[in-house]
């Protein structure tokens, strides 16, 4: 599985992105796909996560009614909207992968895709 994540930027706070990842390869044995972001000096964390029906989703609680994380299954394409953007949002945000359920939704992603920079000024 490849994964390709766009959409990063620099905004002010209070602003609104939208983060893809369009994956290929072997999809149709994926079980979910996740959003994980690292700041400078931190280490990488879980923001979101959707199972592949779309029926199962988690957030971490700093994200919590700002981000929404969605997938589209014939585009092979998982999104993160991330709206009312704050400073400590600003990251390096990883799409990522996996294909069993071992760990549920918040670990033992395999695959990762390359990270887009979000940068949130105040």
């Known amino acids: 599985v490849q994964l390709q994540a766009s959409g990063g930027g620099l905004v002010q706070a209070g602003d609104s992105l939208r983060l893809s990842c369009a994956t290929s390869?072997?999809?149709?044995?994926?079980?979910?796909m996740g959003w994980f972001r690292q700041a400078p000096g931190k280490e990488r964390e879980v923001v979101a996560a959707i199972d592949r029906s779309g029926s199962s989703m988690f957030y971490a609680d700093s994200v919590k009614g700002r981000f929404i994380i969605s997938i589209d299954n014939p585009k092979n394409t998982v999104y993160l909207r991330m709206n009312s953007l704050k400073p400590e949002d600003t990251a390096v945000y990883y799409c990522?992968?996996?294909?069993?359920?071992?760990?549920?939704?918040?670990?033992?992603?395999?695959?990762w895709g390359q990270g887009t920079q979000v940068t949130v000024s105040s």
């Open positions: 390869g072997r999809t149709f044995s994926t079980y979910a």
């Open positions: 990522a992968a996996k294909n069993l359920a071992v760990g549920g939704l918040r670990t033992r992603y395999e695959y």
